[in-house]
């Protein structure tokens, strides 16, 4: 089912080793730029909702330093919250255990940085391979689309489980591939499972609608779908299996939670559809007349002059790229949001599971922008060919002014791609608004809730205190009528039951428990089903985590772990190993 990948001529005798080196540094180069202004505040933490995301790296990072257990549960938000089986935590993340050696503020500065580069690697594969296109058109849409509108109003706003969105291009590239090459599709998979590592549940749905959609433009003939079902199982397969270990435990938590959403009837105008692409002015917390969200939601500068090349571009690729105008046309359908109920968001969002517990539709404008910059990229190489063609039509020009007409074209691109990524830099000032975490915090002996005394929000982890509040509403039990203070964090609730000695670390509490008959004993945490117990049942009490003991003296140990957890640490361990020795016999 293999076939050679194109070899693109125009690398000339470059090798391929030297070829990938130059494009990391590019990347890295353009990411180091387009933060400039984060690494200026390279102490200061991130504002919005990037205080959040630092609050549960920072959670990850004190349960294996200090408590010396996996990142499962975090007690120090909605008094106790799942951590690694948190559909948008980034517990799972490869670059998230740099923090265990730089800390947590630097680790999402370098979380930033890296996936920036790989959104500009990731559009470059995209436009050298699958369009075809020159360096300077490549290298323009590649810039637009790592630091454009889209990304840097999310990303300054904290939205840090959203940076897999710049592996957009990528996968469209290698699910076009997979087609007919079994590897593209491996490396698909692995891009799924790195999305569920990173915390990407909202934008692995994204991915899903585009690839879905462009599956329907490959559907003939029919002889084809047998092929792009083979690489939709593959990569299923590899996706599912080797992110089992985090995806299994989430995808439980998701089953036994849905999230309290009604039907989204946010809906763009005109206006402010145009608006989206090239209004520059609005701030992201700029709220827009009657529209629900702040502006960073609706966003995702292209700036006219990349709006005008892509618009060359719909006219010049016509018919030859018609697959790139139906994606383009869905991506516009979705993120306008509701137009009535049989309007394609009001369908999905109405019958189409788990797009019907989403909100915020307007965040199709990845697609759509994605999409756009692509048309720019194919118009700059369309105009430069065309350029010699007319000139033949006027006598008067003189032939040396061709190639200045022709250098004109790209400039004009990269120009555009400059003014997006001003606009990003822009943006990029709001990231280094956060206070530096104090150093020198002392941690209380044992994890309790509030005090007189306590730090912080992204600190408290640090100080082994939590809170009651939630800051954003997903945890399942939030608001159980917990106690704060240096407290036992236990107790008896009927007569009879002595609970003494108790300790606590992040995923467990152990306690002495003597009853005269059965009952109960309260716990300061919220409830989870995933909680377990040596001795007794867990169960729930008003949302809070209880114990039913038998009669008698007991040592008792409760911890947190997800149902699946195991589970999926045996599939991604045999999914590991098969995808290694899979990639390693078709290199052979």
């Not at 505040?41 to 504002?47: A, I, M, V």
């Not at 300077?136 to 810039?143: H, I, L, P, Q």
């Not at 004993?521 to 409830?527: E, K, Q, Y």
Request: with cysteine; net charge positive; aromatic share 12%.
């Amino acid at each position: 089912m293999d076939r050679d990948e194109n070899v693109d001529e125009s690398d000339g005798l470059l090798t391929p080793r030297v070829r990938a080196l130059g494009l990391a540094a590019l990347s890295i180069v353009v990411a180091l730029y387009g933060w400039w202004p984060m690494l200026e505040g390279w102490k200061n933490t991130q504002g919005g909702d990037g205080q959040y995301f630092h609050k549960l790296v920072e959670a990850f990072r004190v349960a294996i330093v200090r408590h010396h257990e996996l990142p499962l549960w975090d007690p120090y938000e909605c008094g106790g919250r799942p951590l690694w089986d948190n559909p948008q935590s980034l517990a799972g993340a490869p670059l998230v255990w740099l923090s265990l050696f730089i800390g947590t503020s630097s680790a999402m500065k370098i979380w930033y940085l890296a996936h920036t580069a790989g959104g500009f690697a990731s559009m470059w594969i995209f436009c050298r391979k699958e369009l075809k296109v020159g360096l300077a058109a490549a290298f323009a849409a590649s810039v637009a689309w790592a630091c454009g509108g889209f990304h840097m109003h999310h990303y300054s706003g904290g939205h840090a489980a959203f940076v897999t969105f710049e592996l957009m291009p990528l996968a469209l590239f290698l699910w076009r591939r997979a087609e007919g090459n079994d590897r593209m599709a491996v490396w698909l998979g692995l891009v799924v499972a790195l999305m569920g590592y990173e915390g990407a549940a909202l934008p692995l749905l994204y991915f899903a609608v585009l690839l879905g959609a462009e599956t329907f433009t490959r559907l003939w003939p029919l002889a084809r779908v047998v092929k792009i079902a083979r690489a939709g199982v593959i990569t299923l397969v590899v996706g599912l299996g080797v992110g089992a270990v985090r995806l299994f435990p989430v995808i439980d938590q998701l089953r036994a939670h849905k999230r309290p959403l009604g039907a989204d009837f946010d809906h763009m105008t005109a206006q402010s559809l145009l608006d989206a692409f090239v209004n520059g002015y609005y701030a992201h917390l700029h709220r827009m007349p009657n529209h629900v969200y702040v502006w960073g939601e609706y966003a995702a500068y292209v700036g006219w002059l990349l709006l005008l090349l892509a618009l060359a571009g719909i006219v010049l690729a016509g018919r030859e790229k018609l697959w790139l105008a139906a994606l383009l046309a869905i991506g516009i359908a979705l993120m306008i949001g509701y137009q009535g109920p049989l309007s394609p968001w009001g369908i999905l969002n109405k019958y189409v599971y788990p797009l019907k517990e989403m909100r915020v539709p307007s965040r199709f404008n990845a697609q759509a922008s994605f999409i756009l910059l692509a048309y720019a990229a194919i118009a700059t190489d369309r105009i430069v060919a065309l350029v010699p063609k007319l000139a033949d039509r006027v006598p008067r020009l003189p032939r040396a002014a061709v190639p200045v007409l022709q250098a004109i074209v790209p400039m004009f691109a990269i120009l555009g791609a400059g003014d997006v990524l001003g606009h990003g830099l822009n943006l990029a000032h709001e990231y280094p608004t956060g206070a530096p975490m104090r150093a020198g915090i002392r941690p209380t002996p044992r994890i309790f809730y509030g005090g007189a005394d306590s730090v912080g929000y992204i600190e408290q982890p640090q100080q082994n205190r939590g809170r009651l509040a939630c800051y954003e509403p997903w945890a399942p039990y939030e608001g159980a009528p917990l106690w704060e203070g240096d407290l036992p964090q236990a107790k008896g609730t009927t007569p009879g039951i002595v609970v003494s000695n108790v300790t606590r670390t992040q995923n467990t509490f152990e306690l002495d428990v003597q009853a005269d008959a059965p009952g109960r004993v309260l716990l300061n945490s919220s409830f989870d089903l995933n909680w377990r117990a040596s001795v007794g049942t867990p169960v729930e009490q008003n949302k809070q985590l209880a114990l039913d003991v038998p009669a008698g003296v007991h040592h008792v140990r409760m911890y947190y772990r997800p149902r699946l957890l195991i589970l999926g640490a045996i599939v991604t361990a045999a999914s590991i190993a098969a995808v290694v020795w899979f990639l390693r016999r078709r290199r052979a």
